[in-house]
């Protein structure tokens, strides 16, 4: 019998990871013996800080190349023979903004059992957390760097929430944080609400709703902080 692919979901902070994760999560991680992640060194790291109690050295951690050039076979081979295997995710939850997908396709296409553990996503504590509309929305990864397009794609964002009362999402890296809410600010109408929720399960987390006027208003305090940012201009529809 082939052994299960268990996605194991990682911390969005270094606030005590355990406390974010179920019990019977904890419990499924800590008899896995065999990972794969995108880096070992982290995944390593982030088993230590859960208390992973079998030790580091009897731990196998196969790295997941970013480029598409893996092995799925080979990083899956414990699940060949039998043994549980673990995806684990730089931050959050395996193939949600992850680039584990690729290999949760192919434990499919292999009859490997696939085994979501429940963990914390960034994307769905920012869009919990909003106001905006839960019903209906859609994740769009990392708009575009440069000045004008970015500019058209906020645009075309904030026109399809307004016709189809969808609230959309994206992230940023951090360090481009205060650069994409100066677009934000300037290309949307002033209506339209903006949710920026930053370093999610961190003691410094913060999430506020506001309208583009609103937020010209206010100050701005999540320089290179972990972000997710969400724009709605629909209306809620009974």
């Known amino acids: 019998m082939k052994g299960r692919l268990l996605l194991v979901p990682a911390a969005l902070s270094e606030n005590n990871p355990s406390s974010f994760l179920a019990f019977a999560t904890l419990r499924e991680i800590h008899e896995l013996k065999h990972f794969v992640a995108e880096r070992a060194k982290t995944a390593r790291q982030y088993l230590k800080s859960i208390e992973h109690p079998i030790p580091m050295a009897e731990i196998s951690v196969s790295e997941l190349n970013k480029h598409g050039e893996d092995d799925f076979r080979l990083l899956l081979q414990p699940c060949f023979e039998g043994h549980d295997c673990g995806l684990i995710s730089e931050a959050g939850v395996p193939g949600v903004a ?19 553990l429940v963990g914390p996503s960034s994307l769905l504590l920012a869009l919990m957390a909003s106001g905006m509309n839960g019903q209906r929305f859609s994740f769009h990864g990392y708009l575009a760097k440069d000045e004008s397009e970015l500019a058209r794609q906020l645009k075309e964002l904030e026109a399809e929430s307004t016709r189809n009362s969808m609230t959309q999402m994206f992230i940023e890296t951090p360090y481009r944080n205060l650069k994409m809410m100066d677009a934000l600010l300037k290309t949307l109408n002033p209506q339209t609400e903006v949710c920026v929720a930053s370093n999610l399960c961190a003691s410094d987390q913060k999430i506020e709703t506001k309208t583009v006027a609103e937020w010209k208003k206010s100050k701005i305090n999540f320089d290179r902080k972990p972000s997710v940012f969400l724009i709605f201009s629909g209306k809620f529809r009974s």
């Open 98 to 116: 992850d680039p584990g997908g690729e290999i949760v396709r192919y434990a499919h296409q292999y009859s490997i059992e696939v085994v979501p």
